[in-house]
């Protein structure tokens, strides 16, 4: 069956710009997962939605980021008034009834 | 809290030997235990998965990892490298079986086989 996607897979964008990032999380996957991957930091929790529980927003690391999950599926990451230190590639995950997940291929964000 | 060390950032091999690459980690919580492999510019990719059952976990692709509680570790292995086990190799841990959790992640290490 299709996997986690992501898209765009690629997005340069220039400083001060907002972006979004769509996830789509293999279906009937009930929770799902946005991590960050940069040199330096490694691989980072972002946020964390569960069903319809209030997500956890604890790895997000400024209010310029926000995400939103719709209809339990389809999830969209938006950085507001992009920095450079926001490049980075941005991972989605979904899982189902076990703490196993499973990964989209992820979206490149570059700011210049 | 929990966390993970790699211990080592780079592992070269000669194909055709063995693959050691250590992982030890820190948790409050009976842990899960995770390798997830990163191939260049690819997703990441479950190797294989600890969850409190068999103490030895076999994985894709002829790896193995074992579970030693005295040692905190999670080493993963495999007999003999192969050219295409070039890649990142990510060692993660999580709550345990309790539902939902995020995963932390080792630092990476990278390895790289010789013909």
Same mark, same amino acid.
């Given at each position: 069956?299709?996997?986690?996607?992501?898209?765009?897979?690629?997005?340069?964008? &220039?400083?001060?710009?907002?972006? &979004?990032?769509?996830?789509?999380?293999?279906?009937?996957?009930?929770?799902?997962?946005?991590?960050?991957?940069?040199? +330096?930091?490694?691989? &980072? *929790?972002?946020?964390? *939605?569960? +069903?319809?529980?209030?997500?956890?927003?604890?790895?997000?690391?400024?209010?310029?980021?926000?995400?939103?999950?719709?209809?339990?599926?389809?999830?969209?990451?938006?950085?507001?008034?992009?920095?450079? &230190?926001?490049?980075?590639?941005?991972?989605?995950?979904?899982?189902?009834?076990?703490?196993?997940?499973? *990964?989209?291929?992820?979206?490149?964000?570059?700011?210049? | 809290?929990?966390? /993970?060390?790699?211990?080592?950032?780079?592992?070269?091999?000669?194909?055709? =030997?063995?693959?050691?690459?250590?992982?030890?980690?820190?948790?409050?919580?009976?842990?899960?235990?995770?390798?997830?492999?990163?191939?260049?510019?690819?997703?990441?990719?479950?190797?294989?998965?600890? =969850?409190?059952?068999?103490?030895?976990?076999?994985?894709?692709?002829?790896?193995?990892?074992?579970?030693?509680?005295?040692?905190?570790?999670?080493?993963?292995?495999?007999?003999?490298?192969?050219?295409?086990?070039?890649?990142?190799?990510?060692? /993660?841990?999580?709550?345990?079986?309790?539902?939902?959790?995020?995963?932390?992640?080792?630092?990476?290490?990278?390895?790289?086989?010789?013909?």
């Amino acid at each position: 069956g299709a996997g986690v996607s992501q898209s765009p897979s690629n997005k340069v964008t &220039e400083k001060g710009k907002d972006v &979004e990032l769509r996830c789509d999380p293999i279906s009937g996957h009930t929770a799902l997962y946005w991590y960050r991957q940069s040199l +330096g930091q490694g691989l &980072e *929790f972002l946020i964390y *939605f569960q +069903g319809n529980s209030a997500p956890d927003k604890s790895g997000l690391p400024s209010d310029r980021f926000s995400a939103e999950r719709t209809g339990g599926s389809v999830s969209t990451l938006t950085i507001q008034r992009t920095q450079q &230190e926001d490049s980075a590639v941005y991972l989605c995950a979904s899982s189902a009834s076990s703490d196993t997940q499973y *990964f989209g291929p992820g979206t490149r964000l570059t700011v210049l | 809290a929990q966390s /993970v060390t790699q211990l080592d950032s780079h592992v070269s091999v000669s194909e055709g =030997t063995p693959v050691l690459l250590r992982c030890n980690y820190s948790s409050s919580y009976s842990p899960s235990l995770f390798w997830y492999v990163q191939h260049p510019n690819k997703g990441l990719q479950l190797l294989l998965k600890y =969850t409190s059952a068999a103490t030895l976990v076999k994985g894709i692709n002829g790896f193995e990892a074992e579970f030693k509680k005295s040692e905190t570790s999670f080493h993963l292995t495999k007999p003999s490298a192969h050219m295409s086990d070039a890649a990142e190799y990510f060692c /993660v841990v999580t709550r345990g079986n309790s539902g939902y959790s995020t995963l932390t992640f080792g630092k990476g290490t990278m390895l790289l086989v010789s013909p």
